[in-house]
């Protein structure tokens, strides 16, 4: 089984412009990223996929992988499933290019995921975590998840799901971390699937997936990513690398 990973990175974000060439101890973070990829030992190759020549020549520079994005995407399904397409592959996971400090422990169920899974039921894995501040579980920018006893996921929103009518009953609420495993060839009819109606509603790609009958396993972690979205949470970065 061949793994490989991959990691989008888009030169502009809205929140914070060029976030992934900022530096952080002496290297764009988009570097970071990808030379802590290569160090989790667990894929067979690591590619950057990129609409930009800025981040293209930075990591080439620095000898590693990386493809350009042909044309527009939306999400980073879109942007991987483009580059993946003519890729030999059994399993393909997305790397968040903005997480430096890669979770390796996490990273490695979700490839044990497909390990176990002899009769191939499994269409995606990815991860969630548990929240229990209000504001977190009432926040519609943090996408939360619902599943059955398997750990299958059943829905994913922004609402605040499951609503907690009887409060006699103990809720959990969870948040979904965008990190995938897929299987290459539900990436790839991803691909080729327009938007669904409940993904343009939500704005919630992994819905889509859903809408087109994949099957998507949830892996349990408790560990929170230093993602970078803003400039404060790079200056956050740059404390942790020194810690």
Do not use: W
């Amino acid at each position: 089984m061949k793994i490989i990973a991959m990691i989008p990175a888009r030169y502009s974000a809205s929140r914070f412009p060029g976030k992934l060439m900022k530096d952080l101890g002496g290297k764009p973070v988009i570097l970071r990223t990808y030379e802590a990829a290569l160090h989790t030992n667990l894929f067979d190759d690591v590619f950057i996929v990129t609409d930009s020549e800025i981040i293209f020549n930075t990591i080439e520079k620095a000898g590693g992988k990386a493809i350009m994005s042909i044309k527009e995407h939306e999400c980073g399904s879109d942007r991987i499933a483009e580059a993946v397409e003519n890729i030999e592959a059994d399993i393909v996971i997305n790397v968040q290019g903005d997480e430096p400090f890669i979770d390796t422990v996490s990273l490695s169920r979700l490839v044990d995921v497909f390990k176990k899974d002899i009769l191939k039921e499994v269409d995606l894995a990815s991860l969630k975590v548990q929240i229990t501040n209000k504001e977190d579980i009432e926040n519609p920018n943090n996408v939360k998840v619902i599943t059955d006893v398997n750990n299958m996921a059943i829905y994913f929103s922004r609402s605040v799901i499951p609503f907690h009518r009887d409060k006699s009953i103990e809720v959990k609420y969870f948040k979904h971390k965008g990190v995938y495993a897929f299987r290459k060839q539900a990436l790839i009819d991803f691909y080729h699937t327009p938007m669904t109606p409940l993904e343009a509603a939500e704005k919630i790609e992994a819905i889509r997936y859903q809408e087109i009958g994949k099957k998507i396993k949830m892996v349990e972690t408790d560990v929170e990513a230093v993602g970078i979205d803003t400039p404060e949470d790079l200056e956050k970065a740059k404390k942790h690398l020194n810690l």
